[in-house]
Nanobody, 124 residues
């Protein structure tokens, strides 16, 4: 079992940047596919980005491609989400999640472990 803790959220102006961190304990993160999801008030949780276990390929929601970058530091057992050119519509609670799945990695239901979330607010 792996425990996940997110950090790095906050309030930023439109066009600004934030880097979210996902710290893991209990297991080595490299043995999991790690995804970032977000949930805005009144909306369903949605996929943002993932880094697949094994080949470390990265995958993104179309609206964040070119702005967000997911990466993994296996020495520190951390996963990061660098978010640049932030927009107000990026405002949400951001969660990291882990799964041993390597196929359908954009579906929240396929993830077994979740962090508590970190709030990201982008002002106009």
């Amino acid at each position: 079992q792996v425990q996940l803790v997110e950090s790095g959220g906050g309030l930023v102006q439109s066009g600004g940047s934030l880097r979210l961190s996902c710290a893991a304990s209990g297991r080595t993160l490299s043995t999991y596919t790690i995804g970032w999801f977000r949930q805005a008030p009144g909306r369903e949780r949605e996929f943002v980005a993932a880094i697949r276990r094994g080949d470390s390929s990265t995958h993104y929601k179309d609206s964040v491609k070119g702005r967000f970058t997911i990466s993994r530091d296996d020495v520190e057992n951390m996963v990061y989400l660098q978010m640049n050119s932030l927009k107000p519509e990026d405002t949400a609670v951001y969660y990291c999640a882990a799964t041993t799945n390597i196929y359908v990695i954009s579906a929240p239901d396929n993830y077994d472990y979740w962090g508590q979330g970190t709030q990201v607010t982008v002002s106009q």
